[in-house]
Protein backbone atom coordinates (compact mmCIF):
# COMPACT_ATOMS: atom_id res chain seq x y z
CA UNK A 1 0.00 0.00 0.00
CA UNK A 2 1.42 3.59 -1.11
CA UNK A 3 2.40 5.80 1.87
CA UNK A 4 1.40 9.43 2.75
CA UNK A 5 4.72 11.24 3.57
CA UNK A 6 4.73 14.28 4.89
CA UNK A 7 7.48 16.38 7.04
CA UNK A 8 7.54 14.87 10.31
CA UNK A 9 8.40 18.65 12.20
CA UNK A 10 8.71 22.25 10.73
CA UNK A 11 9.14 25.63 12.75
CA UNK A 12 8.00 29.00 12.15
CA UNK A 13 8.37 32.24 13.55
CA UNK A 14 5.20 34.25 14.61
CA UNK A 15 3.53 35.68 11.37
CA UNK A 16 5.41 34.35 8.71
CA UNK A 17 3.62 31.91 6.18
CA UNK A 18 3.81 28.15 6.49
CA UNK A 19 3.71 25.31 3.32
CA UNK A 20 2.89 21.98 4.31
CA UNK A 21 3.24 19.56 1.17
CA UNK A 22 1.92 16.18 1.62
CA UNK A 23 2.70 13.23 -0.89
CA UNK A 24 0.02 10.75 -2.09
CA UNK A 25 0.74 8.88 -4.99
CA UNK A 26 -2.44 6.92 -5.10
CA UNK A 27 -5.53 8.82 -4.37
CA UNK A 28 -8.32 7.17 -5.41
CA UNK A 29 -10.38 9.38 -8.33
CA UNK A 30 -13.10 10.29 -6.60
CA UNK A 31 -11.90 11.10 -2.92
CA UNK A 32 -10.80 14.71 -1.42
CA UNK A 33 -8.25 15.62 0.18
CA UNK A 34 -8.60 16.76 3.67
CA UNK A 35 -6.33 18.74 6.42
CA UNK A 36 -6.22 18.32 9.98
CA UNK A 37 -5.07 19.69 13.14
CA UNK A 38 -4.75 17.96 16.06
CA UNK A 39 -3.64 19.17 19.80
CA UNK A 40 -2.54 17.23 21.87
CA UNK A 41 -5.17 14.94 23.57
CA UNK A 42 -8.25 15.99 21.33
CA UNK A 43 -9.66 14.39 18.39
CA UNK A 44 -8.46 15.86 14.91
CA UNK A 45 -10.09 18.79 13.99
CA UNK A 46 -10.89 19.76 10.28
CA UNK A 47 -8.99 22.59 8.76
CA UNK A 48 -9.83 22.75 4.78
CA UNK A 49 -10.57 20.07 2.08
CA UNK A 50 -10.03 20.24 -1.90
CA UNK A 51 -10.31 17.64 -4.71
CA UNK A 52 -8.22 19.77 -7.33
CA UNK A 53 -6.79 23.62 -7.93
CA UNK A 54 -6.84 25.63 -4.86
CA UNK A 55 -9.39 26.09 -2.31
CA UNK A 56 -8.94 28.77 0.52
CA UNK A 57 -11.17 29.45 3.41
CA UNK A 58 -11.14 31.97 6.67
CA UNK A 59 -7.90 29.73 7.71
CA UNK A 60 -5.88 28.39 5.24
CA UNK A 61 -5.62 27.65 1.46
CA UNK A 62 -5.30 24.31 -0.01
CA UNK A 63 -3.33 23.65 -3.32
CA UNK A 64 -3.76 20.53 -5.83
CA UNK A 65 -1.63 20.50 -8.62
CA UNK A 66 -3.54 18.44 -11.60
CA UNK A 67 -2.31 14.95 -11.06
CA UNK A 68 -3.40 15.16 -7.55
CA UNK A 69 -0.61 13.31 -6.16
CA UNK A 70 0.35 15.69 -3.53
CA UNK A 71 -1.37 18.64 -1.67
CA UNK A 72 0.37 21.68 0.14
CA UNK A 73 -1.64 23.64 2.69
CA UNK A 74 -0.77 26.77 3.50
CA UNK A 75 -1.32 28.78 7.00
CA UNK A 76 -0.84 32.35 6.51
CA UNK A 77 0.72 34.57 9.31
CA UNK A 78 1.10 31.61 11.93
CA UNK A 79 0.71 32.66 15.79
CA UNK A 80 1.60 30.63 18.94
CA UNK A 81 -1.93 28.89 18.82
CA UNK A 82 -1.44 27.42 15.55
CA UNK A 83 1.42 24.76 17.12
CA UNK A 84 -0.44 21.75 16.91
CA UNK A 85 0.29 18.47 14.69
CA UNK A 86 -1.09 19.08 10.88
CA UNK A 87 -2.39 15.42 9.11
CA UNK A 88 -3.32 15.15 5.67
CA UNK A 89 -6.39 12.55 4.64
CA UNK A 90 -6.50 10.70 1.50
CA UNK A 91 -8.36 7.68 -0.01
CA UNK A 92 -5.72 5.37 -1.26
CA UNK A 93 -6.68 3.15 -3.71
CA UNK A 94 -3.66 0.69 -4.97
CA UNK A 95 -6.15 -1.28 -6.52
CA UNK A 96 -7.38 -4.92 -6.36
CA UNK A 97 -10.41 -3.83 -3.78
CA UNK A 98 -7.65 -1.97 -0.88
CA UNK A 99 -9.36 1.16 -0.37
CA UNK A 100 -7.95 2.85 3.12
CA UNK A 101 -8.37 6.20 4.25
CA UNK A 102 -4.84 6.64 4.99
CA UNK A 103 -3.38 9.54 7.15
CA UNK A 104 0.03 10.86 6.85
CA UNK A 105 2.31 10.27 9.85
CA UNK A 106 1.66 14.34 10.98
CA UNK A 107 3.91 17.63 11.06
CA UNK A 108 4.43 18.79 14.09
CA UNK A 109 4.46 22.68 13.70
CA UNK A 110 6.18 24.88 16.17
CA UNK A 111 5.56 28.47 16.15
CA UNK A 112 8.54 30.57 17.68
CA UNK A 113 7.65 34.08 19.38
CA UNK B 1 -25.94 20.46 16.18
CA UNK B 2 -24.06 18.58 19.09
CA UNK B 3 -20.93 17.24 17.82
CA UNK B 4 -19.27 13.21 17.52
CA UNK B 5 -19.38 11.51 21.64
CA UNK B 6 -17.39 8.20 22.34
CA UNK B 7 -17.90 6.86 25.33
CA UNK B 8 -16.27 5.46 27.78
CA UNK B 9 -13.73 8.26 27.49
CA UNK B 10 -10.69 5.87 28.89
CA UNK B 11 -10.52 2.10 29.86
CA UNK B 12 -8.27 0.32 31.44
CA UNK B 13 -8.12 -3.37 30.88
CA UNK B 14 -6.00 -6.93 30.96
CA UNK B 15 -4.58 -9.39 28.31
CA UNK B 16 -7.44 -11.02 26.83
CA UNK B 17 -10.11 -9.62 28.28
CA UNK B 18 -12.58 -7.85 25.21
CA UNK B 19 -13.60 -4.07 25.01
CA UNK B 20 -16.37 -2.19 23.64
CA UNK B 21 -16.36 1.12 22.39
CA UNK B 22 -19.38 3.50 21.63
CA UNK B 23 -19.93 6.56 18.85
CA UNK B 24 -22.74 8.54 18.32
CA UNK B 25 -22.10 10.88 15.37
CA UNK B 26 -23.36 14.17 14.71
CA UNK B 27 -26.96 14.29 13.93
CA UNK B 28 -27.89 12.82 10.05
CA UNK B 29 -24.84 11.61 9.40
CA UNK B 30 -24.73 8.48 7.65
CA UNK B 31 -21.13 7.51 8.02
CA UNK B 32 -18.91 6.59 11.11
CA UNK B 33 -15.57 5.63 10.93
CA UNK B 34 -13.10 4.38 13.19
CA UNK B 35 -9.09 4.85 13.84
CA UNK B 36 -6.31 3.91 16.18
CA UNK B 37 -3.90 6.25 16.78
CA UNK B 38 -0.49 5.32 18.32
CA UNK B 39 3.14 7.27 19.24
CA UNK B 40 4.44 4.70 16.79
CA UNK B 41 2.31 3.84 14.00
CA UNK B 42 0.14 7.49 13.99
CA UNK B 43 -3.60 7.77 12.99
CA UNK B 44 -4.69 3.99 11.41
CA UNK B 45 -8.34 3.47 9.85
CA UNK B 46 -9.85 0.43 10.98
CA UNK B 47 -12.88 0.80 9.17
CA UNK B 48 -15.74 2.89 7.80
CA UNK B 49 -19.62 2.04 8.34
CA UNK B 50 -22.56 3.66 6.17
CA UNK B 51 -25.76 2.85 6.51
CA UNK B 52 -25.35 -0.18 8.75
CA UNK B 53 -22.92 -1.25 6.24
CA UNK B 54 -19.20 -1.78 6.48
CA UNK B 55 -17.41 -0.30 3.41
CA UNK B 56 -13.74 -0.46 3.91
CA UNK B 57 -11.56 -2.04 6.22
CA UNK B 58 -7.96 -1.33 7.41
CA UNK B 59 -5.07 -3.76 8.09
CA UNK B 60 -5.99 -5.04 11.60
CA UNK B 61 -6.97 -8.81 12.23
CA UNK B 62 -10.26 -9.55 12.72
CA UNK B 63 -9.67 -8.67 16.44
CA UNK B 64 -11.24 -6.06 15.53
CA UNK B 65 -14.85 -5.30 14.73
CA UNK B 66 -17.36 -3.19 14.41
CA UNK B 67 -21.09 -2.25 13.88
CA UNK B 68 -23.59 0.39 13.15
CA UNK B 69 -27.06 0.30 14.16
CA UNK B 70 -29.99 2.41 12.30
CA UNK B 71 -29.63 5.29 14.18
CA UNK B 72 -25.98 5.84 12.98
CA UNK B 73 -24.82 5.11 16.22
CA UNK B 74 -21.42 2.91 16.06
CA UNK B 75 -19.57 0.50 18.34
CA UNK B 76 -16.38 -0.90 17.87
CA UNK B 77 -15.34 -4.49 19.61
CA UNK B 78 -11.53 -5.64 20.56
CA UNK B 79 -11.57 -9.25 21.80
CA UNK B 80 -8.72 -10.96 22.99
CA UNK B 81 -7.00 -7.82 23.89
CA UNK B 82 -2.94 -7.20 23.55
CA UNK B 83 -0.49 -5.16 25.09
CA UNK B 84 -0.13 -3.59 21.95
CA UNK B 85 -3.55 -2.73 21.48
CA UNK B 86 -3.20 0.32 24.26
CA UNK B 87 -4.03 3.61 22.04
CA UNK B 88 -6.14 5.92 21.12
CA UNK B 89 -9.64 4.78 19.67
CA UNK B 90 -10.81 7.88 17.53
CA UNK B 91 -14.42 7.73 15.88
CA UNK B 92 -15.64 10.28 13.10
CA UNK B 93 -18.46 10.40 11.16
CA UNK B 94 -19.53 12.15 7.88
CA UNK B 95 -22.77 13.23 5.82
CA UNK B 96 -21.41 10.92 3.16
CA UNK B 97 -18.70 8.29 2.62
CA UNK B 98 -15.77 8.98 4.42
CA UNK B 99 -13.28 10.01 1.65
CA UNK B 100 -15.96 12.16 -0.20
CA UNK B 101 -16.86 14.20 2.62
CA UNK B 102 -15.66 16.20 5.41
CA UNK B 103 -15.00 13.96 8.54
CA UNK B 104 -15.81 15.28 12.27
CA UNK B 105 -13.70 13.41 15.09
CA UNK B 106 -14.87 12.44 19.03
CA UNK B 107 -12.41 13.38 21.56
CA UNK B 108 -11.73 9.39 21.18
CA UNK B 109 -11.59 6.93 23.90
CA UNK B 110 -8.03 6.17 25.61
CA UNK B 111 -7.75 2.27 26.11
CA UNK B 112 -4.46 1.31 27.92
CA UNK B 113 -4.57 -2.63 28.15
CA UNK B 114 -2.64 -3.95 31.04
Known amino acids: LAKTTQPISMDSYEGQEVNITCSHNNIATNDYITWYQQFPSQGPRFIIQGYKTKVTNEVASLFIPADRKSSTLSLPRVSLSDTAVYYC??????????????FGKGTKLSVIP | KAGVTQTPRYLIKTRGQQVTLSCSPI?????VSWYQQTPGQGLQFLFEYFSETQRNKGNFPGRFSGRQFSNSRSEMNVSTLELGDSALYLC?????????????FGPGTRLLVL
Open chain 2, 27 to 31: SGHRS
Open chain 1, 89 to 102: LVGDDSGAGSYQLT
Open chain 2, 92 to 104: ASSEGLAGQETQY
